[in-house]
T-cell receptor
């Protein structure tokens, strides 16, 4: 079975501070990991995926298979980053997305 | 390009009433999903349809039924609503059932009193 855990339900930082949203997963095969974001009053949308190895809106995430983690990081948080963030997993062999519990990030001025 | 459209956006039901949530996508995606979003529990999969003509249970299917009417449309039915079904419901679609970006509807906020 596949499982995604986001240990922090709420995370609050000040503008300009670094931010890290934690994500751990369990899956026996080779996973594909994603971060989705939901801004206030907007629909859920893809932020980034690990296979792309790209930085979106200053966010990066590295897949650590040894620690089974896919933490989301940004060196300098902005107020517009305030949102709900979901980590998600699917398998390369084809399975539906499994989401974590979500982390509500608040960036204070 | 509308993407994924859900109706209605809001609904209040009395316990025991039935209703159908509608979802349509115009991206020619094969796979469609219904999730519920509850505080502290993330998004939990109710049912999904990997392709037209197939449906399968997700994590929390009890109390729900689905219909994949055609490639575009995937509806979720509550036969006898219960207060435990108060939630925000999201429909999503992907090109295929793996490893691709999921596109979400705007959500339906359902309250069962």
């Amino acid at each position: 079975a596949q499982r995604v855990t986001q240990p922090e339900k709420l995370l609050s930082v000040f503008k300009g501070a670094p931010v890290e949203l934690k994500c751990n997963y369990s899956y026996s095969g080779s996973p594909e990991l994603f971060w989705y974001v939901q801004y206030s009053r907007q629909r859920l949308q893809l932020l980034l995926r690990h296979i792309s190895r790209e930085s979106i809106k200053g966010f990066t995430a590295d897949l650590n298979k040894g620690e089974t983690s896919f933490h989301l990081k940004k060196p300098f948080a902005q107020e517009e980053d305030s949102a709900m963030y979901y980590c998600a997993l699917s398998s390369t062999s084809g399975s539906r997305l499994t989401f974590g519990e979500g982390t509500q990030l608040t960036v204070n001025p | 390009n509308a993407g994924v459209t859900q109706t209605p956006k809001f609904q209040v039901l009395k316990t025991g009433q039935s209703m159908t949530l509608q979802c349509a996508q115009d991206m020619n995606h094969n796979s469609m999903y219904w999730y519920r979003q509850d505080p502290g529990m993330g998004l939990r999969l109710i049912y999904y349809s990997a392709s037209e003509g197939t449906t399968d249970k997700g994590e929390v299917p009890n109390g729900y039924n689905v219909s994949r009417l055609n490639k575009r449309e995937f509806s979720l039915r509550l036969e006898s609503a219960a207060p435990s079904q108060t939630s925000v419901y999201f429909c999503a679609s992907t090109i295929i059932e793996s490893n691709t970006e999921a596109f979400f509807g705007q959500g339906t906020r359902l309250t069962v009193v």
